[in-house]
């Protein structure tokens, strides 16, 4: 089985520019998640969707941060314009909430995140 | 709110000793605990969890993990540890009352000595 595919790995830009990261979750998967890791911590969520909805956007910086999942498959996490603070790994994760795979509090399946530089 | 925390930022441990990365947990309801692992440069791989049942439970690569609700612990353990296992160690909680959202502790630095 494919694991969670993101893409770019690396990301290094300058301040005020946009960026972009991909990802597409495991086969089946029809939540998928995207994080933000801080040096020296754990990740902390900054959208849920359940298929083609976000069901929690809550700590997602609207102003700034945007994220689609328009088919209900693959997702696109945007910032415009970027930050010196936004530099941290943006990881995204997939599960099954099916009730017979564990439900709702099932295990997330993480890719190997993006790791964003801004200069 | 839920919250995790790992009172220890590094573990360090010799190789063949046993090791125990430490977890507590403040939750209003029914605790969902996991614990992750993260190798450098890639992404949180998942160890083992405890929904309900047994309050041992075992996992991948050796590890098993002992829900507590007296003490609210969830401490990670393995019988022998290995150089492989050197690693950041993440515990997480799923909160209830239909957020599904799982939060991380700060993470925990595995060192295992040669």
């Known amino acids: 089985e494919a694991g969670v595919v993101q893409s770019p790995r690396y990301k290094i830009i300058e301040k005020k520019q946009p960026v972009a990261f991909w990802c597409n979750p495991i086969?089946?998967?029809?939540?998928l998640y995207w994080y933000r890791q801080n040096l020296g911590q754990g990740p902390e969520l900054l959208i849920r969707?359940?298929?083609?909805?976000?069901?929690?956007d809550s700590q997602l910086p609207k102003d700034r941060f945007s994220a689609e999942r328009l088919k209900g498959v693959d997702s696109t996490l945007k910032i415009q314009p970027a930050e010196l603070g936004d530099s941290a790994v943006y990881l995204c994760?997939?599960?099954?909430?099916?009730?017979?795979?564990?439900?709702?509090?099932?295990?997330?399946?993480f890719g190997p995140g993006t790791r964003l530089t801004v200069l | 709110a839920q919250s995790v925390a790992q009172p220890e930022d590094q573990v360090n441990v010799a190789e063949g000793n046993p090791l125990t990365v430490k977890c507590t947990y403040s939750v209003s309801g029914n605790p969902y605990l996991f614990w992750y692992v993260q190798y450098p440069n890639r992404g949180l791989q998942f160890l083992l969890k405890y929904i309900t049942g047994d309050n041992l439970v075992k996992g991948s690569y050796g590890f098993e993990a002992e829900f507590n609700k007296s003490q609210t612990s969830f401490h990670l353990k393995k019988p022998s540890a290995l150089v492989s296992d050197s690693a950041l160690y993440f515990c997480?909680?799923?909160?209830?009352?239909?957020?599904?959202?799982?939060?991380f502790g700060k993470g925990t630095k595995l060192s295992v000595i040669p």
């Open positions: 969707y359940e298929n083609e909805e976000a069901v929690d």
């Open positions: 086969s089946g998967h029809n939540t």
């Open positions: 997480a909680i799923y909160s209830g009352a239909g957020s599904y959202q799982l939060t």
């Open positions: 994760a997939s599960s099954n909430p099916d009730r017979l795979a564990g439900g709702r509090y099932n295990e997330q399946f």
